[in-house]
């Protein structure tokens, strides 16, 4: 595989990563750029990570994996998602700071990056059958995702200053959303 396919591998994976880094700037009070930072540091590591732990567990598991990672991803974002459309009718703005903070607690990081992750391990089984330099690809996949997610929390917290009264509910709506086109991909076999 040549750098230029891995590059585009890489840009493929981080999208999910990207799309749900827009949503999650949306939701944001206020805008620092750790918070780019955080998302960056988050999403780039699980993308990094997955294809190596799917490169090591080998093909034994790619079936089964392959067929609930859909449904894994599906219910993590949904769940997500809806929980931030529910308390975006009952916060009140004068929490901000704690509502940023909770954005960023590690449980929910973990969760968002995991469920971002998953067509990665996938990548990981295909990278065992060809001739591709594990370390140099998932770096390449960890950068580019880390790229695009910290610049998708800077266009999301820009996006909900336009939209500000329903910037939350919008976020939680496309987590959504990115949760049911994984789905659909899945049903369709795409």
């Not at 981080?14 to 620092?32: E, P, T, W």
């Not at 991803?73 to 931030?84: S, V």
């Not at 998932?138 to 998708?152: D, E, N, Q």
């Not at 329903?166 to 369709?188: C, T, V």
Request: hydrophobic letters at 55%; aromatic letters at 14%.
């Amino acid at each position: 595989m040549n750098p230029l396919s891995i590059f585009l591998v890489a840009l493929g994976l981080a999208a999910d990563a990207f799309a749900v880094s827009v949503a999650n700037g949306i939701a944001l009070k206020r805008y620092k750029i750790n918070y780019s930072l955080i998302f960056g540091f988050y999403f780039g590591l699980f993308q990094f990570l997955m294809p190596v732990v799917g490169y090591y567990a080998g093909l034994a598991f790619t079936n089964s994996i392959r067929r609930w990672s859909s449904y894994i991803a599906f219910g993590l974002l949904a769940i997500i998602g809806a929980k931030m459309f529910a308390e975006s009718f009952s916060k009140d703005d004068g929490n901000e700071l704690a509502l940023d903070g909770e954005m960023f607690a590690p449980g929910r990081m973990c969760v968002l990056a995991l469920a971002t992750s998953m067509d990665a391990l996938a990548v990981g089984f295909s990278f065992a059958l060809m001739d591709v330099s594990l370390f140099a690809a998932s770096s390449v996949i960890g950068v580019v995702a880390f790229a695009l997610s910290g610049l998708g929390v800077a266009i999301g917290k820009k996006a909900g200053e336009i939209f500000r009264k329903s910037a939350e509910r919008i976020g939680g709506l496309i987590l959504i959303a990115i949760g049911a086109q994984i789905l659909i991909k899945h049903f369709l076999g795409s």
